[in-house]
């Protein structure tokens, strides 16, 4: 499966931005999805990810609560709602994905996703 990123931009701080993660292929339902962000001079790190089948979600601790990923199966395609932004959330953020045996499986772990999207950029000013 091919991942595109976009919906990235500027936006003030305590801001709203839905970033999205569209996918080539029709099989995107046994793939589990999830994002990552990388910030200047910084390693990257695990945001959020779902299942494949979407009842299953884990966050960082950095933005639970503020932000949210979703899935809608029929289109291929995986978002992630940002809320209450904070200068520290700007960063590129990359879609990423690996097939899941299991509707349940999630995964944190970077290693885990074999199929990374060309990541878009989030700017929150302060």
């Known amino acids: 499966v091919q991942l595109q990123a976009s919906g990235g931009g500027l936006v003030q701080t305590g801001g709203s931005l839905r970033i999205s993660c569209a996918a080539s292929k029709r099989s995107f339902n046994t793939y589990v999805m999830g994002w990552f962000r990388q910030a200047p001079g910084k390693e990257r790190e695990f945001v959020a990810t779902?299942?494949?089948?979407?009842?299953?979600?884990l966050y960082a601790d950095s933005v639970k609560g503020r932000f949210t990923i979703s899935r809608d199966n029929a289109k291929s395609t995986a978002y992630l709602q940002m809320n209450s932004l904070k200068p520290e959330d700007t960063a590129v953020y990359y879609c990423a994905a690996f097939y899941g045996r299991l509707p349940q499986i999630t995964s944190q772990e970077l290693n885990n996703y074999d199929r990374w999207g060309q990541g878009t950029l989030v700017t929150v000013s302060s």
């Open positions: 779902i299942s494949r089948s979407g009842y299953v979600t």
